[in-house]
Nanobody
Framework: QVQLAESGGGLVQAGESLRLSCAAS????????VGWFRQAPGKEREFVAS????????YYADSVKGRLTISRDNAKNTVDLQMDSLKSEDTAVYYC??????????????WGQGTQVTVSS
């Protein structure tokens, strides 16, 4: 099994930055893609960003392009999400995700517990 633990959430003002981190443990050799989802109050969970195993390919939701940046450190088994120019609509619980498939698919096998990000306007 793989365990994912997020950290770095908090309360910030609109326009500020925040960096989320996710540490993987357990059978980390099973991990290829990693990414982030989020769920705002009263809304469905949505894809935010993902990165493949080599780190060469990244994907972003249109709503976050140019403001959020995903990166990973395979040696440390971590994935980060740098969030700049935050908006109130970025307020959500952010989930770290991982999967053994190293190609784009909507299937994500491993999920973290989530970390709250609140952006005040």
């Amino acid at each position: 099994q793989v365990q994912l633990a997020e950290s770095g959430g908090g309360l910030v003002q609109a326009g500020e930055s925040l960096r989320l981190s996710c540490a993987a443990s357990g059978l980390t050799f099973n991990i290829a893609r990693v990414g982030w989802f989020r769920q705002a109050p009263g809304k469905e969970r949505e894809f935010v960003a993902s990165i493949n195993k080599s780190g060469r390919n990244t994907y972003y939701a249109d709503s976050v392009k140019g403001r959020l940046t995903i990166s990973r450190d395979n040696a440390k088994n971590t994935v980060d999400l740098q969030m700049d120019s935050l908006k109130s609509e970025d307020t959500a619980v952010y989930y770290c995700v991982a999967d053994s498939r190293d190609y784009q698919t909507s299937i994500w096998r491993y999920w973290g517990q989530g970390t709250q990000v609140t952006v005040s306007s």
